[in-house]
């Protein structure tokens, strides 16, 4: 991914930046911000936050750098800068909503399996 060496009014990035965090905070559902990114990013970014995501979860399941590298297939240069930052409170946040999800998916699994066994 190349980044343009010009660079932006601050004033006008800081708006456009402010923008886009508000649009994307308003959308409310996962095809609306599916559609939005998909149009937004290259598909070269959007495997490359994809892969992070990866790499933070794996990290926090205490997967090594060699799992980590074998399977979702960066360096481990890659791997140590999301290392590095897996600390800060967004990625914190995204890896609490994961397990939250997963915690909720399990216990719907299970809640389903005891009222079959019971109804049947």
Do not use: C, H
């Amino acid at each position: 991914m190349q980044v343009s060496q010009n660079p932006i009014n601050k004033t006008l990035e800081k708006q456009l930046d402010q923008v886009f965090y508000q649009v994307l905070a308003e959308i409310n559902s996962p095809e609306d911000l599916k559609m939005v990114l998909g149009d937004i990013l290259t598909e070269g970014e959007r495997k490359a936050i994809i892969k992070r995501l990866g790499i933070a979860l794996y990290l926090d399941k205490r997967r090594n750098y060699e799992d980590v590298k074998n399977n979702i297939k960066v360096s481990s240069a890659t791997i140590a800068t999301v290392a590095e930052n897996l600390g800060n409170s967004g990625w914190q946040e995204v890896i609490r909503r994961v397990k939250a999800e997963e915690w909720a998916n399990d216990w719907t699994d299970k809640i389903t399996g005891r009222i079959k066994r019971i109804f049947g």
